[in-house]
């Protein structure tokens, strides 16, 4: 059993910064591989980035590739996005996720979920 708590989401102007952190509880923490999906008002969950297990191969989609970073501290149990030249089409609610599959990108092979955290750019 793996419980996810994401934070660090808040209000921030097209252009910049934010890190979203994901603290997990559960001693396999680092057994799972990793995800952030969002879910914007209307719209379905899409993936943005995944991280595997260990931290040595990442994942992400076309609309943030180059822009967001995904990492991962197992020692802390904490998987973090990192984003950067934001815009107003990231706002979203943001979460985290665990998948015992491998290169997971699909909601469906998620197993465990946190309650997500609102990221809101202005333009």
């Known amino acids: 059993q793996v419980q996810l708590v994401e934070s660090g989401g808040g209000l921030v102007q097209a252009g910049g910064s934010l890190r979203l952190s994901c603290a997990a509880s559960?001693?396999?923490?680092?057994?799972?591989?990793m995800g952030w999906f969002r879910q914007a008002p209307g719209k379905e969950r899409e993936f943005v980035a995944g991280i595997s297990w260990r931290g040595y191969s990442t994942w992400y989609a076309d609309s943030v590739r180059g822009r967001f970073t995904i990492s991962r501290d197992n020692a802390k149990n904490t998987v973090y996005l990192q984003m950067n030249s934001l815009k107003p089409e990231d706002t979203a609610v943001y979460y985290c996720?665990?998948?015992?599959?491998?290169?997971?990108?699909?909601?469906?092979?998620?197993?465990?979920w946190g309650q997500g955290t609102q990221v809101t750019v202005s333009s």
């Open positions: 559960g001693r396999t923490f680092s057994s799972y591989a």
């Open positions: 996720a665990a998948s015992a599959k491998s290169r997971p990108s699909r909601s469906g092979e998620y197993d465990y």
